[in-house]
């Protein structure tokens, strides 16, 4: 368990939060991320900050930004970010012609999710 009255030491909790639960959450990530709101980010960020929150017993008071400087946690979002990035320069370094390709071509245009509605108007 790893709420603040855990014997388990704050590094050891930190690194169970990158191992299991920071793996879980950016789960294929890189064919996710280009298709989730602001408000999806906000999300996942809230449950890092939660977590973060839990393991190192800080109070209300503290920004979760100080958390996670302090513990050296980056945002999900850099982190996903960062595997895309990773996982794109391997697919141009590919002897594979097809899988070099992947990621190339554009998706379709970003869609203005603040109505429901709009998607089923034809305009």
């Known amino acids: 368990v790893l709420n603040r009255l855990s014997p388990i030491p ?41 977590a973060l929150r839990t393991i190192t017993g800080s109070p209300w008071f503290v920004r979760n930004t100080v958390i996670s400087k302090s513990s050296n946690i980056p945002s999900i979002q850099s982190t996903i970010t960062l595997n895309s990035k990773k996982m794109f320069g391997k697919l141009q370094q590919s002897k594979y012609s097809h899988l070099q390709n992947i990621g190339k071509t554009s998706g379709p245009p970003k869609l203005n999710r603040s109505r429901p509605g709009k998607l089923t108007r034809h305009t």
């Open 10 to 50: 704050v590094r050891t909790k930190l690194s169970i939060y990158q191992m299991y639960v920071r793996t879980i959450i950016t789960y294929a990530g890189p064919a996710w991320a280009a298709l989730i709101s602001n408000a999806n980010w906000r999300r996942l960020e809230a449950v890092k900050n939660i």
